[in-house]
């Protein structure tokens, strides 16, 4: 028989593996990942993942604790208080407690932000305060459009979600690994499809109407409408955001002319378009001007930057993915 003290080991034995053994999400999506059905390219990039969408081994994958992202009450939130880099003139960040955050808008004054690490998508108010936070039923936020009482959130897998802004589930639409998503004039919903090379066109009630194909070269992802309807698509690795009309017609090409190595988010706002450089190591913002096509300023700092966004009093919110944080601009 086992004495007190050898019951106590086993126990906390049972505890440290049972911490350690996989949810049944995790296990599912890496059995997606290992057998090709949902075969996306990594989001956690690495020296591996290559232009052809070659993958890096499951095991370079980061494994994100899902439930690690503190309750409203937790006294942690006293974090996302925005603090003054003194390090970078002109720059505040909301430090410490995201992860893998991933695309943004700003809405009036709030600010959405989908959490890959943690399938949150999280709103924020323009002084870094979290108003509410809500999940995706599956697969990992990434995508995301913002308009009257509907959020759109893509899951890179097949699903794009939609909510109401306070988080209540409305219904889903299904695609082929889709990532950037967005809603024009006439409430028509454009979706892009990561390695098909496609753009599928949902009409308003939420049946397919055609897609728009790009060739198999394109590895197209973040998109958006100007005010003039003009729909704005970026080209992963190709450094182009290819524009096209309210016919689906190609109007022009922008070729960024600072160097992007993996172009992830892209920002209009008046005549500046804002691009985002994602590469770990590399990341960067890149403000052009649309009337003359080129470069205002290049933003630096950053680890891997995945989305930027415009708030109403003018600052720029950047949210660095492989940094793990958003960092606020203040010209």
């Not at 906390?12 to 949902?38: H, I, R, T, V």
């Not at 988080?167 to 028509?188: C, F, H, M, R, T």
């Not at 003039?228 to 190609?250: E, S």
């Not at 919110?317 to 940094?323: L, P």
């Amino acid at each position: 028989m086992m004495n007190f003290n050898q019951v106590i080991i086993l126990v906390l034995f049972a505890a440290a593996a049972y911490a350690q053994w996989p949810d049944k999400d995790e296990l599912m999506q890496k059995s997606q990942l290992n057998n090709g059905e949902y075969a996306a390219e990594p989001l956690f990039e690495t020296d591996n993942a290559d232009r052809n969408g070659n993958q890096a081994p499951s095991s370079a994958i980061e494994s994100v604790d899902r439930n690690s992202f503190p309750q409203s009450k937790d006294k942690k939130m006293n974090l996302l208080d925005i603090d003054f880099d003194a390090s970078e003139q002109g720059v505040s960040r909301v430090p410490g407690t995201f992860s893998r955050p991933f695309y943004i808008q700003i809405v009036d004054k709030e600010v959405f932000v989908t959490e890959y690490g943690t399938r949150n998508i999280i709103v924020l108010n323009l002084q870094g305060k979290v108003l509410r936070k809500f999940r995706i039923p599956s697969g990992n936020p990434t995508g995301l459009f913002v308009e009257g009482n509907k959020v759109l959130v893509t899951n890179h897998r097949r699903e794009i979600y939609s909510f109401s802004t306070s988080g209540e589930l409305l219904g889903v639409q299904y695609s082929k690994e889709p990532v950037g998503v967005a809603v024009d004039q006439n409430d028509i919903m454009y979706a892009t499809e990561w390695r098909t090379g496609r753009i599928q066109v949902f009409n308003r009630d939420g049946t397919k109407s055609h897609s728009i194909f790009l060739g198999k070269a394109g590895y197209l992802r973040k998109i958006q409408f100007d005010k003039q309807g003009n729909l704005y698509v970026g080209d992963y690795y190709t450094n182009t955001i290819i524009v096209f009309n309210k016919c689906g017609n190609i109007i022009k090409k922008i070729k960024v002319p600072v160097k992007i190595h993996s172009l992830e988010g892209i920002h209009i706002n008046g005549d500046n378009l804002y691009v985002t450089e994602r590469r770990k190591g590399l990341g960067k913002v890149v403000v052009m001007s649309l009337s003359k096509g080129s470069v205002i300023k290049t933003l630096h700092g950053l680890v891997g930057a995945s989305d930027v966004a415009v708030a109403s009093d003018g600052r720029l919110w950047v949210v660095d993915f492989e940094g793990n944080a958003i960092k606020i601009y203040s010209f």
